[in-house]
């Protein structure tokens, strides 16, 4: 049978239940460390010197933190957009910004308009550049003009090419 110790037989700043749980299961981790707990907690220290080591290099609001980009940029500066506009692809690109718009669709028949970095997967910019261009003379968005130029540029719009081209005889 366990029979509780008294406080004055307790060691100081042991709790009485730590005796007989010792003595019940026949172990006890009171007081006890672990081996190589001491070169343990050394070393993940080191290695955490180690990993933030590189670190001191970085701009001072942190390597984590996002750049702005041209676009951001060239906004704060107040410089307006120039667009090209690409029938066959409906997709427009600003050079000064270095951004395409486009309009995405959905399956539900859902239209979103995209700025992005890169065009519409799986169009490259050199199959836009291969493509009829036509100079835009707005700088807002694109959205806010896509249905007229729609209608004054289709898809399969070409550029007509005038002057160049010399009738059979001549």
Known sequence: MITPKTPSSDPAGQHPIAEVVRDAYGFGMVGKTFPGAKQAGLAVGVLLL???????????????????TL?????????????????????YYSSNYQEYVYRLTFFSGQ?????????????TPEMLQATPAVDMQFHDS?????????????????????????????
């Open 111 to 123: 239209t979103a308009w995209v700025t992005s970095a890169e065009p519409m997967a799986p169009v």
């Open 142 to 170: 694109p959205s806010s003009h896509h249905a007229e130029i729609a209608k004054a540029f289709p898809k399969d719009w070409r550029q007509s090419v005038t002057g160049l081209a010399s009738t059979p005889g001549n």
């Open 71 to 91: 676009a951001r940029l060239q906004a704060s500066r107040g410089v307006q957009r120039n667009w090209v506009y690409y029938p066959t692809y409906e997709t």
């Open 50 to 68: 180690l990993a933030t080591a590189g670190c001191s290099d970085s701009p001072a609001w942190g390597g984590w933190s996002n750049h702005p």
